[in-house]
């Protein structure tokens, strides 16, 4: 096959007209060229049928770059309330511990604070177990008392953990006293509530009044706040009184306790609460 | 060349150029399809007639941008001439060159358009960063096009 004939004079020429031509173009002001005036309105049209397929175009694309943008926000939102909720945590427990700090704070006894790690779903069975065991100091018989009041004793206790038997259980028993009249009582659990026992009939209680311990148990330091009596019943028998009486503190929702290591008396909490 | 080829043409180049007006920029840069139309054409049919198809389309180019005429229909025809002469210096079955002379006249065509409106225009030209990102475009573009239709490049050039 011969080889094709290559005109590279016509290249040099289309090259220097081409100069040529955007050189007068230039120096004649006419940045514009005539023709392009003559077709405007072709070009107008065209225009006006590319955008509509540009537009058209775009907006397809948009739609997916909004998918995935939705997707993504979804899971920053997601993300978010996910963050949020940690900080309400955060923000609950600090509340708490701050409680607690205060009580400590205020309180004459030595403490340690454990943190709640299980419960007891039981029904017949009111107890949790702490964080804290035998190498943090805690003993069976200590006190433990949470924000508002008095939480129950320590019946079990191994190296890192204890169990605690809430006042509302039905095997506890706490010697308490009323706030205003002074008069003793033992506080036995009934559940979800406490009764108190050997109240005289002759004594005038109220709903609402305030019972604390009265250390004579020997167990738990006197002082504590223990509950608010709730209903007051006259027996048609016997001497004494029915009262009922509701715990100080939430043992349902314990997650922070102090635990009362030494100290017969917590007077300050008593001043505190009065 | 029958008529009917020159509408094919002619149908293939308003097509693609409202394809490249239509396809969105990726990081900044289109494809240049019409470029690419007209190394297919220099390519096919030779350097006077890549030089004439390059011409009128970069005028059409030119035209339509609303300048002054001259920066497309230079680059242009001079693509179309070399898309035909460049090759015929070289072994036109070896597509790694043919490739590497596409690259090549797409950075000539970015550097004439910079040098002639940066002459010739205020607003300045395209920035040789754009340009360089067009030549691997378009040598990945050509690269795909010689694989799908090489056969009828080569067998056109012979006939």
Redesign the interface.
């Given at each position: 096959m011969p080889p094709r004939k290559k005109y590279p004079i016509i290249l040099l020429v289309f090259v220097v007209a081409s100069l040529l031509l955007m050189t007068y173009q230039v120096r004649s002001g006419r940045l514009s060229h005539p023709a392009f005036g003559l077709l405007s309105p072709v070009f107008r049209a065209i225009n006006v049928v590319l955008n509509g397929i540009q537009e058209t175009w775009d907006d397809y694309f948009a739609l997916v770059e909004t998918e995935a943008e939705n997707r993504e926000l979804r899971l920053r939102v997601e993300k978010f309330d996910m963050e949020r909720n940690r900080f309400r945590e955060i923000l609950a427990e600090n509340s708490r511990l701050h409680k607690l700090l205060e009580l400590k704070g205020n309180s004459s006894c030595s403490m340690t604070a454990a943190a709640v790690i299980a419960g007891n779903s039981a029904d017949w069975s009111h107890t949790l177990t702490i964080d804290k065991g035998l190498k943090d100091g805690i003993a069976v018989n200590m006190a433990v008392i949470g924000a508002h009041g008095l939480a129950g004793r320590i019946y079990a206790v191994s190296q890192e953990s204890a169990k605690v038997l809430l006042i509302t259980d039905f095997k506890s028993s706490v010697a308490v006293r009323f706030q205003t009249s002074r008069e003793e009582a033992i506080m036995d659990g009934a559940g979800e509530s406490c009764k108190l026992k050997y109240v005289h009939k002759d004594s005038f209680i109220q709903p609402g009044e305030r019972i604390i311990t009265s250390g004579l148990d020997g167990i738990f330091p006197e002082g504590i706040p223990v509950g608010i009596v709730q209903k007051v019943k006259q027996l048609d028998y016997g001497i004494f009184q029915e009262v009922t009486l509701m715990p100080s503190e939430r043992l349902n929702s314990l997650e922070e306790v102090l635990v009362i290591v030494s100290g017969s008396t917590c007077i300050d909490i008593k001043r505190q609460k009065t | 060349m029958s008529i009917a080829n020159i509408l094919r043409w002619v149908a293939v180049f308003a097509g693609l150029l409202?394809f490249q007006?239509?396809?969105?920029a990726f990081r900044g840069v289109k494809p240049d399809f019409i470029l690419l139309l007209v190394f297919v054409f220099g390519f096919k049919f030779?350097?006077?007639r890549g030089?004439i198809f390059g011409?009128l389309s970069g005028l059409i180019l030119?035209?339509?941008s609303?300048?002054?005429?001259?920066?497309h229909?230079?680059s242009k025809?001079?693509a179309g001439?070399g898309a035909a002469?460049f090759p015929?210096i070289f072994f036109r079955e070896n597509r790694f060159i043919i490739t590497v002379c596409m690259i090549f006249l797409t950075l000539l065509d970015g550097a004439i358009l910079e040098a002639?409106f940066n002459s010739?225009?205020p607003l300045g030209g395209p920035n040789m960063s754009s340009v360089l990102r067009q030549a691997v475009i378009v040598g990945l573009l050509w690269t795909l096009i010689d694989r799908i239709c090489n056969r009828e490049l080569i067998e056109e050039q012979?006939t």
């Open positions: - | 409202i007006v239509i396809t969105p030779g350097e006077t030089l011409a030119d035209i339509y609303g300048s002054i005429i001259g920066p229909f230079l025809g001079v001439y002469w015929g002639v010739y225009s012979h």
